[in-house]
């Protein structure tokens, strides 16, 4: 099919990794599935360290709507998991999907069509994030020079919000299978150094984050990640000092959060040896050297909140399990 009436509408795979499976997958995968496209659309679902489960989207498959089932050969985690996906898929543009998360309608055609506008070789888009009757927006803030954004900026590019052309991924290389936390960041900087980012500025995608088994707050996996991350991307991290001293203050809080007052009291000190004229990376002393536990945990619990409002009629969550 053709759109414009000029050349054949790309095709697009989407990778979405499971360990769980179940409705949250089924409904992830018809979120793709039911996006207006005229080309072909396949969604490519990669089980690790569990068994395949049924999906349940027959009714939505067609010439030009396809679901591809794997089981995750490589290295177990999301890095391998994704790299596997990929490997299998076919289309010309790949995006990415975590099986607990959804895509809004009109997601797809949206992003297509300003990557078609601007000539850029990755789309992002807003994110809506849902916990417990509430929700939060947030929009990545495209700019030129998008390693300067990440690193110096602090903008976070969700992967699941990407679309990204299949040469500029083949050239940025796999996700980084030693990593657990930033593997995603890792590919994003990678592909920030090759080619130019678009993206549409609404949330056309929802994260569910009212669950616990979540690695965002393991001190010693975001560690590990960071240490990797910043020695692969090193010349990035020591052009601009001040986004060392914002994973150091992040490093600080999740150190305090698992009860590590030593560590955090030495990543504050970085952080603040780095950037002193930030009031977070001084809070974030003071916090680390003289706040009691339950204080910070109050104060950490009250920090994650910030910015979320009661989810209205008119306020579109997509398909919530």
Known sequence: MAAD????????????PSHRGGAPLRRAVRTVLEQEHPGTLEAVVVFDACEPTELGVDDLLGPTRTVTVLT???????????NRGIEASRGSWVAFLD???????????????????????????????VADGRYRDQIPAVQADMQRAIVAGGTFV?????????????????????MWVGEDTDLVLRLAGLTMFCGVGEPLIVMERGHTDRLSLDYE?????????????HELFDRWPTGRARR??????????SGDRPAAREWARRAVRLDPTSVK??????????????????AFDAYQTVGW???????????LV
Not at 75 to 80: D, E
Not at 111 to 125: I, K, N, P, S
Not at 221 to 233: D, I, S, V
């Open 99 to 129: 099986d607990d998360d959804a895509w809004l309608a009109g997601k797809l055609s949206r992003q297509l069509a300003e990557l078609e506008r601007t000539g850029a070789g990755v789309a992002t888009c807003g994110v809506r994030y």
């Open 309 to 319: 409002k009661p989810i209205a009629a008119d306020v579109d969550v997509g398909p």
């Open 158 to 178: 969700p992967l699941q919000t990407m679309v990204v052309r299949r040469d500029h991924l083949d050239r940025a290389g796999p996700f980084d299978e030693d």
């Open 72 to 82: 995750n050969d490589r290295t177990r985690g999301p890095a391998g998991t994704r």
């Open 248 to 257: 150091y203050w992040r490093l600080a809080g999740l150190a305090l959060r």
């Open 5 to 16: 009436g000029g050349s054949p509408s790309p095709g697009v795979s989407v990778v979405i």
């Open 281 to 298: 990376n001084v809070g974030m002393t003071a916090a680390a050297y003289l706040a009691p536990r339950w204080v910070f945990d109050r």
């Open 221 to 233: 996996r975001h560690l590990e990640g960071f240490r990797r991350l910043a020695a692969k991307h």
